[in-house]
């Protein structure tokens, strides 16, 4: 069995017409920088992504991050970084030996470098991604300097030949994999927001758990079937074609598991629910 536990290490500010957001309650919309802890009982603390922190601090400092941090109106104190909620649960970061990096976006990936035993796991053509040259990596919003010098020595990357249809209850979703080949951990195919973005399906006790990053932000917009915001498209590049199709699977994988929990990175509502059913389940600095 395993245990997830949700995380926010900072804050966006979205205009909401940039992004289409259904919810507008007059002025920006905050959106967490939301990442997951799951105690796997062989393989200990596996995170699912880790939010913003100290490299993501530092590269908003220059340039045209700057107009990054000013756009999406980052706040990121050290006090909410992943690794400071981590200790605060006793959780070295040593001890931290796997990473699943949904995508490469500074807000899924701005903490990695303070996990030193961590090993990476990325879809293939999220990599690809993060390989292209300078213009490409500025369009797709992917920063180098936020991985670890040895990244690519740690990296376990996932591809195509590695998913294969999934059974069960989370059979509506197509294709995954087996991380540990035990059932505990599966990643997802979850292609649109970004190439080769991937999910995460695990347990809470016995509730199922189904990560699902930037497919979708704020959980009405699953149910949204309109042209993808000017935001979301910008930050798609080539991938927006996938976009449709990955929700509509969410959809069904939903209508058919409605006790489910499907938990987009950024969803304050859904984040809201979470600790109102489990209250010890949420790692955020205080308000
Ligand atoms: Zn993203």
Redesign the pocket.
């Known amino acids: 069995m395993t245990r997830v536990w949700l995380g926010v290490s900072g804050h966006s500010h979205v205009d909401p017409v940039l992004a289409s957001l259904p919810e507008r309650d007059g002025g920006r919309v905050a959106f967490p920088a939301g990442w997951a802890l799951i105690e796997h009982p062989a393989q200990g603390p596996i995170l699912f992504d880790c939010g913003y922190g100290e490299p993501a601090r530092t590269a908003m400092r220059r340039g045209l991050r700057r107009v990054y941090r000013g756009v999406l109106g980052v706040c990121c104190p050290p006090e909410g970084d992943a690794v400071t909620l981590l200790r605060q649960r006793g959780i070295a970061p040593e001890d931290v030996r796997w990473i699943v990096i949904?995508?490469?976006?500074p807000?899924?990936v701005g903490g990695l470098r303070a996990f030193p035993s961590a090993r990476f796991v990325a879809h293939a053509d999220a990599w690809r991604t993060m390989q292209r040259g300078p213009l490409a990596r500025l369009h797709a919003?992917v920063w180098r300097e936020l991985l670890p010098d040895d990244f690519e020595s740690r990296l376990q990357v996932v591809g195509s030949g590695d998913f294969a249809p999934l059974g069960r209850d989370l059979a509506s979703l197509g294709r995954g994999h087996d991380l540990f080949g035990d059932g505990h951990i599966v990643l997802v195919d979850l292609p649109g927001?970004?190439r080769g973005?991937i999910g995460l399906a695990a347990r809470h006790d016995d509730a199922r758990v189904l990560l699902v990053?930037?497919a979708f932000w704020q959980h009405a917009q699953l149910d949204s079937r309109g042209p993808l915001s000017w935001l979301a498209r910008q930050?798609a590049m080539d991938a927006s074609d996938d976009y449709a199709a990955t929700l509509s699977r969410l959809r069904r994988f939903r209508d058919e598991q409605p006790d489910a929990w499907i938990i987009a990175?950024?969803c304050a509502r859904t984040l809201a629910r979470w600790v109102e059913r489990y209250p010890d389940a949420l790692m955020r600095a205080p308000a």
């Not at 949904?102 to 976006?105: D, T």
């Open positions: 949904s995508h490469f976006h807000d899924h919003q927001h970004a973005q990053a930037d930050l990175s950024h």
